[in-house]
């Protein structure tokens, strides 16, 4: 095949779906042995863009949100853990977790994809907030991923306050709202073939292997 693959993958760095799908859409990858054939390019998505600075406890949040009891909350923690160790993901959730606001994390990706360390930024976001129980909101939790996956301190402080990728991220996000992507993870295939929620890994594959064979007909 000659050119790569495109993926857009629109997400949010506290959706646990999202890394999950992640990790099947990966092992789908590399069972097909096309990693190099692949280029990822990670979406903004906020799952509670109002979320005031303060953030929310989870369970009170999913309660409130989505109308969840403190049994159905347990219950989905439960499946949601166990998913992510079928992949090799830690999910570390505690009673004092709280949902939090994800805005300055998407600056920072975007600014992490124009040299080259995105997906890299993404899993350690992830790990923090999941496997950590770190704040993701708060600029030194940020920086501090940043510095783990080679991108300097002073790059990654003045990425978070850049005017211009703040607002390229609230562009990015419209423009996937506009397009009637209203959950997440979707994965965007070249553009055009949209899958949306965490598919397992046989119906990723089966998505890649028919685009590989419509681009070697």
Not at 113 to 131: C, D, P, Y
């Amino acid at each position: 095949m000659k050119d790569k693959i495109k993926l857009d993958i629109v997400s949010d760095v506290v959706c646990p779906w999202c890394i999950i799908g992640y990790k099947h859409l990966s092992a789908a990858i590399e069972s097909l042995g096309i990693e190099n054939q692949i280029n990822i390019e990670w979406q903004p998505f906020e799952l509670n863009p109002d979320m005031p600075a303060e953030g929310e406890n989870l369970v009170e949040h999913v309660a409130r949100k989505y109308g969840a009891s403190k049994a159905d909350s347990e219950r989905a923690r439960a499946q949601i853990t166990q998913a992510g160790a079928d992949y090799g993901f830690t999910f570390n959730y505690f009673p004092e977790m709280k949902i939090v606001n994800t805005f300055d994390a998407h600056v920072l990706l975007t600014y992490a994809h124009s040299i080259g360390r995105q997906t890299e930024l993404k899993m350690r976001l992830f790990e923090a907030f999941f496997s950590e129980q770190k704040d993701v909101s708060k600029p030194e939790v940020l920086i501090e991923a940043a510095i783990q996956v080679g991108i300097a301190e002073d790059e990654a402080a003045a990425a978070i306050k850049s005017k211009q990728l703040q607002t390229t991220v609230k562009l990015r996000e419209s423009n996937w709202l506009s397009l009637g992507i209203d959950g997440v993870p979707t994965v965007i295939i070249n553009g055009s073939q949209a899958l949306t929620g965490a598919h397992p890994e046989h119906s990723f594959k089966a998505a890649l292997k028919k685009v590989i064979a419509q681009a070697n007909q």
